[in-house]
Structure formats: structure tokens, C-alpha cells
């Protein structure tokens, strides 16, 4: 059975394909268009899993779709009526999402009535708790979803077992940890689609200044949050969204009410203040709260094991602190917990539960999205360019005296890209499309922002680390192969690696498995022979755009940057200064 699942015209465009049982491939369109959370049909995503899986359209049994317009109707249908243009352009997303066939026909050139696959819908935060729980390899565990909306829901909790998820509960809009995440993050001038993640980087400068204030905006009560409205305007129907060349942008959901609480909402150009650094503060406080409030008094006291998903679930200072914070000792978490991986959890959704399949598949890597073989005629491609840029080219066949060599120019102080394997699923680099550098270095992240990324400087770099040393620098040893949590740096190793310890002692690690990743851990573990520290810093490949797909996006982002090597495949570029 080939179930291919797709996350269509919502952002995060994704597709995913699921042959009896196992993933074979997914990954996200903002890869293959250049746009980040692109927002449209995932052709190119399609066109991928299926070449992956040996598979042509004609042999596709089953669509499964993330979306079921008959949830919460009436709910629908009243805020259609505040929001007319919005719910035509909903209803014409949706018309498009279910003439997949037709996108499917067109897109391979053949005719509509040989494609026999079947079309089945799938509630959104059902295919957010199957993506997560269904892939983890837990026989029982506690499902928590939360995001800013999906079907008209926020939130979703459940009980995994088997082959089996039980819905326990719901939250329904206006009320959503998403949208509060998101209003305060436009209120701190930070606008763009998916610029949460920067306001979790920025709350460790802060202080609770605001406690009591975000306990009023956030109220946690016999067992249930809600938002207080009046600072939101999401429930009046005054806020859009749109979908311009595939980018999503959502209007202004925080209310006058709020800035006159809180003070004037900080414009994108001017600069931060200590109030709003202690905003920040508050509000990642507030949810870290509500979370592990929600997580704590909802769960079945008998169930060991927690699975997250839904786009809250990216905020990885929270995810860490449920540890501390609740009974659970094992969580999961997939690489994909947003919208990215409703293709994943849709297909498995069908898969597990309405065809009642046993599960035979989980997910250990991040790494199903296109591996390119051909590197050596992409180098023959790109070669003028290279040595027009001064660039000289060594090929290396063996994998340790590859990463030997890397391994050393990045204990010299080299920064280096890293491009091997196949593209990992998700929004954050694993080590196959990755800028990699020397976390001894307490100047490497301002080096990093100077010469490449040009990010916000209060914005920390992650570390990736030998899985069996992760005990030894962190307080916790739980895994965290896809940077899904944020731990404690222990005191006496937070000197050792200052590059990718932020203000307050922490860092989003990546927890790196020998047979997960075996070429990667080569590499760390040869920085480990060299410098005795079993940790890089490792950061997305890419500037200020999505992050790379392909060979070609590699050498160009080299060359346009201020990069020092470039390992890609069995080449190394070396830029002769």
C-alpha cells in the first residue's frame, strides 16, 4: 500500500510518502522553492517522495490530507461570516487541497482517471498527535498537541497505545498558546511568519518584571487555559491572513488594550529595550507554565512516556524544563512537530488507526529528504566559478581522513560547511546541512553573525554532542537528536564551550547517535581526539533563507559568504586567502 500524504496550501508545505507501513521519504517545499514556510502546493516535494519510493502516481492507493472541513462547522461557518474574505480564500484552499488528482495529473502528464488513489481526510491535531506518537516507538504514552490553529482547534490531548489514539480533550479558538506566543511577538516589533523562536532566544536576558500581568493575558484553571480576550483580536474577526507568493503573513493579533498595559508596541527598527527584554521573559515563563500546568493535570497518572507535537511544541526551553516540571522521564518529540510533519502524521493516522495496521516504523533520524550522488559533475559545473574565486579542490575518498582533516581546520578556527547525506526534515540543521565551527572559541557567534549569518546577537548557536558525553556537559542526559530540548550547561564545562552557551547557561543541544548519523558522530568524535571536547557548534546551512537543498545552493552560499571550507560529499573547497 503507497500512502502519500501532503500538507497543501497551509504553511509548511510538505509531502511525505508511506509504503506499507515505513516512511520512505518527506520533506518540506520551502526547500525546493526558496521561500521559508511556503505556503502553496508541494509539487516538488511530491515529485521527490515518489522518484524516492520507486513509485508513479498511477500506483498511489491513498492522499492523505490534514485537514477535515466538516470539524467544528458551525464554529467555521460563524467566523466565516466576520471574516468573508478570508473564509473565500479558505474555501479555495481547500477546493484546491481536494483536487489533488488533478494537480496530480497535471503534474505528471497523465490522465486524471488512472490516478485510483483515494482521498482521505484527516483532523488536524489528530495528524499532529499520529506524527508524533505513531513514528516514537512507545507502546503507551500521554499526546499533547498545541499550535495557534488548525480545523478550529488549538489543542488536542490524547492516549497513544498500540495501534490506538483516544482522544481526551480539546481547546477550541479563540483561545490558542500560538496566537498568544504570536501576539507578543509582533508586539515586540518581530513580524515576519515564524519568528517565535527568536523571542525564546531573547527571554533569557529578561527578568519577571511582568509576571503578574501575563498571569491576567494567560489564565491556567481547573485543568483548561484561556485567554483573556481583550487583549487579543483574533475574536472579532479583525484578523487576515494571506498567502502572497506562497509566503504566509498574518495580521496583528494583539489588541490597543495590550499596549495600553504594556506600553507602545516596539517597531521592527528601533532598539531593544530592557522592557521588552523582560516581556520576553515573561512570556516564555507564562507558557512554560501553562504547559507543563496543562501536561501535569491532564495526563493519566500510569502512563510513563509523554509525545509533543503541534508548532508550540518547536519551543525547546520549555520542552526541556518538562523533565523538572512534570512525572515523565521519556518524551518525544519528531524532528517535524509543526505543520511540516502533518504529511507524516496524516499518512500514519490512516495507516494505524482507521486501517488498524500494527505499527512496524520509528523514526531515529531526521534524514528523509534528497541525498545528491552526482556532486562530482556539480563540482565540474561549478568549477570556474570556484577557482575564480580563488577556491582550491581536493577530493577525498575515505571518510576518516576526511573528517580528520575537518575536523582539524575546525579546531584551527575554521568555519566550515558540512554537506553530506541526505537533508534532514524539519526546521533545524542535524548535520548534514550545516555550518560547523569551534565552540572553545567565546568569539566564534559573533564571528558567525559578522562573516555569515548576520543574525540578532542576542540569538544563541546550538551545540551538537556525542550522544554517551551528552552527561558529562549537561545536567540531563535524556536524548535530543533533533534539538527538541534545551538543558542546563554544567558549571564547570560552561568555559569549555562558550560559543553555544547562552546568557543564562543553557544551550538547544543535538544529542548525535553513531547509528543515526555514523558519518557525523566521525566527525565530532575525531574534534574529540584533537581537542578532547566531543561537542561543535553547529548552525543551518544557509543565509537569511531557507535552508539548502542542493549542491549548486551549497557552493553558491560558500562563495557569496565569508565561509572558510566547504566539505561537500568527497570534496573539499578551500578558499586561498
Same mark, same amino acid.
Given at each position: 500500500m503507497?500512502?502519500?500524504?501532503?500538507?497543501?496550501h497551509?504553511?509548511?508545505? %510538505?509531502a511525505?510518502?508511506?509504503?506499507?507501513?515505513?516512511?520512505v521519504a518527506?520533506?518540506?517545499?520551502?526547500r525546493f522553492?526558496?521561500?521559508?514556510h511556503f505556503?502553496?502546493? +508541494?509539487e516538488?516535494?511530491?515529485?521527490?517522495?515518489?522518484?524516492?519510493?520507486?513509485? %508513479?502516481?498511477?500506483?498511489?492507493t491513498?492522499?492523505?490530507?490534514?485537514?477535515?472541513?466538516?470539524?467544528?462547522?458551525?464554529?467555521k461557518?460563524?467566523?466565516?461570516l466576520?471574516m468573508?474574505?478570508?473564509?473565500?480564500?479558505?474555501m479555495?484552499?481547500?477546493?484546491?487541497?481536494?483536487?489533488?488528482?488533478?494537480?496530480? %495529473?497535471?503534474?505528471?502528464?497523465?490522465d486524471?482517471?488512472k490516478?485510483?488513489?483515494?482521498?482521505?481526510?484527516?483532523?488536524?491535531? $489528530?495528524?499532529?498527535?499520529?506524527?508524533s506518537?505513531?513514528?516514537s516507538?512507545?507502546?503507551?504514552?500521554?499526546l499533547?498537541?498545541?499550535?495557534?490553529?488548525g480545523?478550529?482547534a488549538?489543542? !488536542?490531548?490524547a492516549?497513544?497505545?498500540?495501534n490506538?489514539?483516544?482522544?481526551?480533550?480539546?481547546?477550541t479558538? =479563540?483561545h490558542?498558546?500560538?496566537?498568544?506566543?504570536?501576539?507578543?511577538?509582533? #508586539?515586540?516589533?518581530?513580524? *515576519?511568519?515564524?519568528?517565535?523562536?527568536k523571542? !525564546?532566544?531573547?527571554?533569557?536576558y529578561?527578568e519577571?518584571?511582568?509576571?503578574?500581568?501575563?498571569?491576567?493575558?494567560? !489564565?491556567l484553571?481547573?485543568?483548561?487555559?484561556?485567554?483573556?480576550?481583550?487583549?487579543f483580536?483574533q475574536?472579532?474577526?479583525?484578523?487576515?491572513?494571506?498567502f502572497k507568493?506562497?509566503?504566509?503573513e498574518?495580521?496583528?493579533?494583539?489588541?490597543?488594550y495590550?499596549?495600553?498595559?504594556l506600553?507602545?508596541? *516596539?517597531?521592527?527598527?528601533?532598539?531593544?529595550?530592557? *522592557?521588552?527584554?523582560?516581556?520576553?521573559?515573561?512570556?516564555?515563563k507564562r507558557?512554560e507554565?501553562?504547559?507543563s #500546568?496543562?501536561i501535569s493535570?491532564l %495526563?493519566?497518572?500510569?502512563?510513563?512516556?509523554?509525545?509533543?507535537?503541534?508548532g508550540v511544541?518547536?519551543?525547546?526551553?520549555?520542552?526541556?524544563?518538562l523533565?523538572?516540571?512534570t512525572?515523565?522521564?521519556?518524551?518525544?518529540?519528531? =524532528?517535524?512537530p509543526g505543520?511540516a510533519?502533518?504529511?507524516?502524521? &496524516?499518512?500514519?493516522?490512516?495507516? @494505524?488507526q482507521?486501517?488498524?495496521r500494527?505499527?512496524?516504523?520509528?523514526?531515529?533520524?531526521?534524514?528523509?529528504? +534528497?541525498?545528491?550522488?552526482?556532486?562530482?559533475t556539480?563540482?565540474?559545473?561549478k568549477?570556474d566559478?570556484?577557482?575564480?574565486h580563488?577556491?582550491?579542490?581536493?577530493?577525498?575518498?575515505?571518510?576518516?581522513t576526511l573528517?580528520?582533516n575537518?575536523?582539524q581546520?575546525?579546531?584551527?578556527g575554521k568555519?566550515?560547511?558540512?554537506?553530506?547525506?541526505k537533508?534532514?526534515?524539519g =526546521?533545524r540543521a542535524?548535520?548534514n546541512?550545516?555550518?560547523?565551527?569551534?565552540?572553545?572559541?567565546?568569539?566564534?557567534?559573533?564571528?558567525?553573525?559578522k562573516?555569515?549569518?548576520?543574525r540578532?546577537?542576542?540569538r544563541?548557536?546550538a551545540?551538537?554532542?556525542l550522544?554517551? @558525553?551528552?552527561?558529562?556537559?549537561?545536567?540531563?542526559?535524556?536524548?535530543?537528536?533533533? !534539538?527538541?530540548?534545551? #538543558?542546563?550547561?554544567k558549571?564547570?564545562?560552561?568555559?569549555?564551550?562558550p560559543?553555544v552557551?547562552?546568557?543564562?547557561?543553557?544551550? *538547544?543541544?543535538?544529542?548525535?547517535n $553513531?547509528n543515526a548519523?555514523?558519518?557525523?558522530?566521525?566527525?565530532?568524535n575525531?574534534?574529540k581526539?584533537?581537542?578532547?571536547?566531543?561537542?561543535l557548534?553547529n548552525?543551518?546551512f544557509?543565509?537569511n533563507?531557507?535552508?539548502i537543498c542542493?549542491p549548486?545552493e &551549497?557552493i553558491?552560499?560558500?562563495?557569496?559568504?565569508?565561509?572558510?571550507?566547504?566539505?561537500?560529499?568527497?570534496?573539499?573547497?578551500?578558499k586561498n586567502?
Amino acid at each position: 500500500m503507497v500512502i502519500l500524504g501532503i500538507n497543501a496550501h497551509h504553511p509548511d508545505s %510538505s509531502a511525505a510518502i508511506v509504503v506499507d507501513g515505513k516512511l520512505v521519504a518527506a520533506c518540506e517545499e520551502e526547500r525546493f522553492r526558496r521561500i521559508k514556510h511556503f505556503a502553496g502546493f +508541494p509539487e516538488e516535494s511530491i515529485k521527490y517522495c515518489l522518484k524516492e519510493a520507486s513509485v %508513479s502516481a498511477k500506483d498511489i492507493t491513498h492522499i492523505t490530507i490534514p485537514r477535515q472541513p466538516c470539524a467544528r462547522i458551525y464554529k467555521k461557518i460563524l467566523y466565516g461570516l466576520k471574516m468573508p474574505s478570508l473564509a473565500c480564500r479558505r474555501m479555495s484552499a481547500w477546493k484546491e487541497t481536494f483536487s489533488v488528482k488533478t494537480r496530480l %495529473s497535471q503534474l505528471f502528464n497523465i490522465d486524471e482517471d488512472k490516478i485510483n488513489a483515494k482521498i482521505v481526510k484527516v483532523e488536524h491535531h $489528530r495528524a499532529h498527535l499520529a506524527s508524533s506518537f505513531f513514528v516514537s516507538g512507545f507502546d503507551k504514552a500521554f499526546l499533547f498537541s498545541a499550535d495557534a490553529l488548525g480545523d478550529f482547534a488549538s489543542t !488536542m490531548w490524547a492516549v497513544g497505545e498500540g495501534n490506538k489514539i483516544k482522544i481526551l480533550g480539546e481547546t477550541t479558538f =479563540p483561545h490558542s498558546l500560538g496566537f498568544y506566543y504570536t501576539a507578543i511577538t509582533q #508586539y515586540l516589533g518581530f513580524l *515576519r511568519f515564524g519568528d517565535e523562536y527568536k523571542i !525564546m532566544g531573547l527571554a533569557p536576558y529578561g527578568e519577571p518584571v511582568y509576571k503578574d500581568e501575563f498571569a491576567k493575558i494567560l !489564565m491556567l484553571k481547573n485543568k483548561k487555559f484561556e485567554l483573556n480576550l481583550k487583549y487579543f483580536l483574533q475574536q472579532d474577526g479583525a484578523v487576515d491572513m494571506s498567502f502572497k507568493d506562497g509566503y504566509p503573513e498574518i495580521e496583528a493579533l494583539f489588541s490597543p488594550y495590550l499596549e495600553k498595559r504594556l506600553g507602545k508596541k *516596539r517597531m521592527p527598527q528601533e532598539p531593544l529595550e530592557k *522592557r521588552h527584554n523582560d516581556i520576553a521573559f515573561s512570556l516564555q515563563k507564562r507558557l512554560e507554565d501553562a504547559i507543563s #500546568y496543562l501536561i501535569s493535570t491532564l %495526563s493519566p497518572g500510569d502512563i510513563p512516556n509523554l509525545c509533543l507535537s503541534g508548532g508550540v511544541s518547536h519551543n525547546s526551553a520549555a520542552n526541556g524544563k518538562l523533565f523538572d516540571k512534570t512525572r515523565f522521564k521519556k518524551i518525544y518529540i519528531p =524532528p517535524a512537530p509543526g505543520d511540516a510533519g502533518l504529511a507524516i502524521g &496524516a499518512a500514519f493516522y490512516f495507516w @494505524n488507526q482507521t486501517l488498524r495496521r500494527p505499527r512496524s516504523f520509528q523514526m531515529e533520524h531526521a534524514y528523509w529528504g +534528497p541525498e545528491h550522488k552526482n556532486i562530482a559533475t556539480e563540482v565540474e559545473y561549478k568549477k570556474d566559478a570556484l577557482v575564480n574565486h580563488n577556491c582550491g579542490i581536493k577530493e577525498v575518498k575515505d571518510e576518516s581522513t576526511l573528517c580528520k582533516n575537518i575536523a582539524q581546520e575546525i579546531s584551527n578556527g575554521k568555519i566550515v560547511g558540512w554537506f553530506q547525506g541526505k537533508m534532514e526534515l524539519g =526546521p533545524r540543521a542535524l548535520g548534514n546541512r550545516s555550518i560547523l565551527a569551534d565552540p572553545r572559541r567565546k568569539d566564534m557567534k559573533d564571528i558567525l553573525n559578522k562573516r555569515i549569518k548576520q543574525r540578532e546577537p542576542f540569538r544563541p548557536f546550538a551545540p551538537s554532542i556525542l550522544e554517551e @558525553n551528552t552527561g558529562e556537559y549537561f545536567k540531563k542526559s535524556h536524548p535530543s537528536p533533533f !534539538m527538541s530540548f534545551v #538543558y542546563d550547561i554544567k558549571e564547570n564545562k560552561k568555559n569549555t564551550i562558550p560559543a553555544v552557551c547562552h546568557v543564562n547557561g543553557t544551550a *538547544r543541544l543535538q544529542t548525535v547517535n $553513531r547509528n543515526a548519523n555514523p558519518f557525523y558522530w566521525k566527525l565530532i568524535n575525531e574534534f574529540k581526539n584533537i581537542t578532547r571536547i566531543p561537542v561543535l557548534l553547529n548552525t543551518s546551512f544557509n543565509e537569511n533563507e531557507p535552508i539548502i537543498c542542493s549542491p549548486q545552493e &551549497a557552493i553558491k552560499c560558500f562563495l557569496r559568504t565569508e565561509m572558510d571550507i566547504l566539505a561537500m560529499g568527497p570534496f573539499i573547497f578551500q578558499k586561498n586567502k
